[in-house]
């Protein structure tokens, strides 16, 4: 049996996070190992339990997932790291797929799309919510 992908949630929002255990563990194919609510805490967590998928939100107090992305990238080359936000701004777009993002999904879609983007990501694509495309 092949092994599940693990799974570090980062999301100052605890009910948004007790909602993506749900959805990841109810297929099979996913390990929560991790919640975190702040990028701080995000890189000593990545760096200790080194996940194969980091789920990042760019609005957490203190250092947001903008500021944490750079660092993760070194801390755990080989981590995918999906960005999930609110922000359907194309600039926070570019920043994050330029400091090292595997791709991009907004909140109001998890429910439909995350379980692709993760797939995509881990295949080594990068994921853009479809309405997003158009920036790139």
Partial sequence: MKSPIRVLLADDHAVLRS??????TSQNEF???GEVCSGTE??????QLRPD????????????GLDV????????????????????DPQYLRQAL???ASGYVLKKAADTELISA??????????VHPS?????
């Fill in 19 to 24: 909602g993506l255990r749900l959805l990841l």
């Fill in 31 to 33: 390990e929560v190992v």
């Fill in 42 to 47: 995000t890189l000593s967590v990545a760096e």
């Fill in 53 to 64: 998928l980091i789920l990042l939100d760019l609005s957490m107090p203190g250092l947001g």
């Fill in 69 to 88: 992305l750079p660092a993760l990238r070194k801390l755990v080359p080989s981590a995918q790291i999906l960005i999930l936000t609110m922000h359907d």
């Fill in 98 to 100: 330029s400091h090292g």
């Fill in 118 to 127: 993760i797939h995509a990501v881990l295949r080594g694509e990068v994921y």
């Fill in 132 to 136: 997003m495309t158009r920036i790139l």
